[in-house]
Structure formats: C-alpha cells, structure tokens
C-alpha cells in the first residue's frame, strides 16, 4: 500500500547568502590583517635631523614648560606638556618637531614620541616670535617614573 498523501522530505535548512558573504569577508579582512602585521613594512621612519636644523637648535628656547596629568573620560591618564617656544635665530621656521623620550625610574628609555609643536599651517615662528605650544599623550606606559620626558627637538622645516 502507498500513502495516499506523502509528506515531502524535509530539505536541509541553509544559511542566506548574505550571511555567507559577511562571513566570507571577515575571514579574507582578518587575514589581510594579519598578513600586514607579519609582513608589513611597518611605520615610515621619520628623516633625522638635517645639519643646518642642528646649527639653528641654538637659537630655539623652550620656557615656562609645565606637565599636568589628568583623567580622561575613560578613566584613562592624559598627560599634558604645555610651554612657549621662541626663535632667538634670524630665520623663519614652519615646523618644530619634538620628541619626547620617557623613562622608567632606572632612567630606561619605555616611551618615545614625536610631537609637531610648531605647525605650518598655524602661520611661520618669525625671528624674535614666542609661540604656545601644548602636547597630549595618552599611551605611556605604567613603568614611566612619572618625571618630564626628555625633550629634544627632532625636526626644523625652514
């Protein structure tokens, strides 16, 4: 005897095709990603200084510099450098980069970054001009001794 009324077979249930696709393309993403990072050419290095910035350091002076920490609104540290920078020399200056070196309390370098304190687009630091400077850092390490940084000027644009 036949079943007068047979029941289709259940089809196996699929996922939709766009679901198919995010997926395909976080795993290709991740991968990518993961290929930059171990093959990457990493971060560009920064041009040392040129001799004729080196000669013209001299004329550069760094006053009233000040350190401030405070607490993000992420419960995270932001430290704060401000100061006035002035040009004593008899050129005008479009950039002034700064790096600025942390170190632990066994005076071991943990953090180095540049800061732009002087920027272009802010107009040219002529002769005999004082301006205002202020750097932000959020990414020092816990090791840091909690002392300024070093500052040394890493970068003259003339």
């Not at 077979?9 to 997926?23: D, E, Y």
């Not at 930059?36 to 013209?56: M, N, R, V, W």
């Not at 430290?79 to 980069?97: C, F, M, V, W, Y």
Request: aromatic share 8%; net charge positive; with cysteine.
């Amino acid at each position: 005897m036949f079943p007068v009324n047979p029941q289709p077979k259940p089809q196996p249930k699929s996922l939709p095709t766009p679901v198919i696709m995010v997926a395909i393309m976080i795993v290709l993403a991740a991968g990518g990603f993961w290929l930059l990072q171990k093959y990457g050419s990493g971060p560009a290095q920064p041009e040392p200084i040129t001799a004729e910035a080196k000669a013209y350091v001299k004329h550069l002076k760094l006053a009233e510099v000040e350190m401030k920490a405070h607490e993000s609104f992420a419960k995270q540290q932001l430290l704060e450098i401000t100061g006035k920078i002035s040009n004593a020399g008899d050129r005008p200056i479009k950039q002034i980069t700064i790096n600025c070196i942390f170190y632990d309390p066994y005076n071991r370098e943990v953090h180095r970054e540049r800061s732009v304190i002087v920027k272009s687009s802010a107009g040219l630091l002529n002769p005999g001009d004082t301006r205002e400077f202020r750097m932000a850092f959020d990414t020092i390490p816990s090791t840091w001794s909690n002392a300024m940084p070093q500052l040394v000027i890493a970068q003259i644009l003339f």
